[in-house]
């Protein structure tokens, strides 16, 4: 409540109240002073009165002279405050009285003293009257000293006490309330000598705060006041002093701001200038990259193609040797120029990761199967461990990510001179959606020391350089990982000590894809019993976990003659062995001497399966023909062995054939190529695989012979001379424009690896693009995709097996890559397809019996558009050929529709559709 008061209010209270508390209790207490001594002076003179009529009325109450006490009686009643007067008799009989009744009861007394009783508005006295008050009569007789004569009884009024009282009370009020008054005007006068000045002072404080500083403060007439007033002068004095002197720094400070714009503007325009010299600057680096990228790879591609071309011919083993040396080192360079190209794309932020499911496990196998050559030409063990709730179905960038381990391996093999290099695949954490992964590469070899280890992962940088000249490289690998990896959300790291080895590891959070997608069959296999020979811990730890996932019980034996007795005392006991898993190697156990032990296992009704480096499996297969299929290559790989095994045990369950290429006519294709190695290395590749193929070395060519010959395809080279690649084929489109022709696959063939190549060839009107060097699968692929039309080795004076390029009735996994990874989507999308499936063919049925060409094109097309986003690789390829040919007019439409109706035929049952 004193908080809400101010200053004023503060100051009154403070004067009053004490003041008024003061007035108050003093006038009260004098008062009630005043009115106590009024009460006793009061009943002192009535006691004073009764005891002067006692002497009086004697006589007459001694003779009961009523007149006489009559007269004392009223000349008593004229006495102030008297109200009324009584005389009584001995036995308080009534002689005489004067004034009315009496208001007080007769008050009590003990006959000897005088007695009194107080009311609100009277006082009784009653007093004795003896013969000793008879004192002025001569009548009294000694003896009647003590004789009650009778009584003396009057009663006196407090009318005129109270009022006295009253007055006294009403003075003592007024005096108060004159000091009070008094007492507040001084306080007024006081606070408004305080308020005003207080008042002044706050007045020129917001003056100040508003920034008027040339206030000052007059006299406020009391010391302290003004003591204040002159420190709060002095104060604003300083702070104008102070504003002052920011004003001038302030105006100097601008003027240096508006000199330093005025030569920023000057460095921002040189900058500009700059900015736009580095920028060309890039451009030309990254086309100076491109170029050199098309350059070097140009002559790579045909030194590669005619390498494998030639040695597809019958030559001498020293010339074998020869062309495989040319082949390794036109790699090498090729796996170089890649380094460095991969890096570029990093450094300049155009690489751009996948995501596509994809199978761990066979990713791994495969990065080992690759690399175990080399591993086993220096006899090394490469050994994969991947823990069983380990996800293997998982999404990424399967490529990235596997050269990722293949730089982590092959750096292992190039740094350890014996030993093992061992992966492991381990999820540290898992969830509905997601699993964080941990793959880490661990070898035996010269290890690293702490301060090797901190270079590690820089760029043109090996840890030791005295051993760039042993093992090669550009130093790029580990920092090409480390970018990959941290662009894929995850870390890398090593751990190692001098000559004990390494272990590289990545952590990595990839999201799940469908658990089917890794499915291994294992009811063919359940059951079945197998005993292991292999002595390599760790290879045996993974080879008996791998038995195991298949399905079969694994037993391990330390040697091959204990295999034998365990497998001959097995059969003798009614628990015979299905078959003997032999990890070997020609200097433990020549092949020589393995024969005999196989022939002795199957004997024993004992299937046998051999594991060997690669570098010695042709000594086991030339020395075991009849079981070439059961001899396979370290380190052992989970797909191939469930076949081998579905094979020994069940091979009317093993996997089926994949279907054969549609049966077609010999596609019609256009090379054009300004370098003339490269063209005749297409020209011969696509000749070899029963393409007719017409050659021509310009841009201009290519679009005359566009123009007057129809092709099913066109591969087209980028940079050349005159009318480059990206010219011809906007000249080709604007050509079909005018034509109303159906647009021709273009393929590009480009060496260029940048990011934003392939975007820019779309751009220009191409359909895709093959990189350079060109291997004939990679040919064969691309044709079939975008005709339809299978190629195969027609040519009769090749003996290897031909080349032929087949597509799968359903792919899951291109399905589901079509439906952006969501299982739901792409499982509804195949229905449909296959819910129509009927009906459409029965359309174009129709309409190709009744010979209507436009509705014939719909219901192709109308077709093809719905195979567009389903994994239904051959029914897209049937449609989009038919379609093609139907759109020219070409006379093959007919052999192409009847490949269509065998398409559907083929999806209908194998989804099991009635079409």
Known sequence: MFKDLGLKGRVLLLSLLPTSLMALGLGSYFTWIQLEELEGQLLQRGRMIAEHLAPLAAPALAR????????????????????????????????????PSMLNQLPSSDGNHLALRSGNDATRFLLPVFGRHNSLSDEQLPEDG??????????????????????????????????????????????????????????????????????????LGSQEMDEVASGINR????????????????????EDVRQNLETIEIQNIELDFARKEALEASRIKSEFLANMS??????????????????????????????????????????????????????AGKLVLEHIPFNLRDLIQDALTLLAPTAHAKQLELVSLIYRDTPLALVGDPQRLKQILTNLISNAIKFTHNGTIAIRAMVEAESAERAQLRISVQDTGIGLAEEELRNLFQAFSQADNSLTRQTGGTGLGLVISKRLVEQMGGEIGVTSMPDEGSEFWISLSLPKA????????????????????????????????????????????????????????????GQPIDIAVLGVNAQDLPPERLRQHIWDLERLDCKSLVLCPTTEQALYQELLPETTSQVQAKPACARKIQQTLLQLFAPRVARAEAPAPLASRAPRLLCVDDNPANLLLVKTLLEDLGAEVQAVDSGQAALDCVKHTAFDLVFMDVQMPGMDGRQTTEAIRQWESDQERVALPIIALTAHALANEKRALLQAGMDDYLTKPIRERQLAQVVLKWTGLALRNHGPERAPEPVAVSLGILDAEEGLRLAAGKVDLAADMLSMLL??????????????????????????????????????????????????????NDPTAAEALDELDAAIERLAAEAKVDA
């Open 64 to 99: 009961s002279d009523a007149q006489q006490l009559d007269r004392i009686a009223r000349q008593t009643l004229e006495q102030a405050d008297m109200r009324s007067v009584s005389f009584l008799s001995a036995e308080h009989a009534l002689l005489a009285s004067a004034g």
């Open 146 to 219: 003590e004789r009650l004569l009778g009584w003396v009884e009057l009663e006196i009024s407090h009318h005129s006490t109270l009022l006295r009282g009253y007055r006294g009370l009403f003075t003592s009020l007024l005096l108060v309330a004159a000091g009070l008054i008094i007492t507040a005007l001084l306080a007024i006068r006081m606070s408004r000598a305080i308020g005003e000045p207080l008042r002044q002072i706050k007045q020129g404080v917001a003056l100040l705060k508003e920034g008027r500083l040339e206030t000052r403060l007059p006299a």
């Open 235 to 254: 104060m604003a004095e300083s702070l104008q002093n102070a504003q002052e002197e920011l004003q001038h720094s302030v105006e100097q400070a601008t």
């Open 294 to 347: 098309h350059e070097i790879r140009t002559p790579l591609n045909g030194i590669l193609g005619f390498t494998r071309l030639l040695q597809k011919s019958e030559l001498t083993p020293r010339q074998q040797d020869y062309l495989g040396t040319i082949e390794k080192s036109a790699d090498s360079l090729l796996g170089i120029i890649n380094e460095v190209l991969d890096f570029s794309k990093i450094e």
């Open 514 to 573: 469908r658990d089917d997608a890794d499915s291994l069959s294992r009811s063919a296999l359940q059951g079945r019993r197998a005993v292991l020979l292999e002595r390599h811990d760790l290879a045996r730890q993974a080879l008996h976990h791998q038995l195991e996932d298949h399905g079969l019980q694994v037993q391990h034996c330390a040697s091959l003659d204990a295999l034998l007795e365990h497998v001959a005392a097995q059969r003798h006991s």
């Open 835 to 888: 819910a129509g499936l009927p009906g459409d063919r029965q359309a174009i049925r129709q309409a190709r019996d009744s010979g209507d060409r436009a509705a014939l094109i719909e219901r192709v097309h109308r077709l093809h558009g719905a195979t567009r986003y389903c994994g239904v690789p051959q029914l897209r390829a049937a449609c989009n050929r038919s379609e093609t040919l139907l759109k020219q």
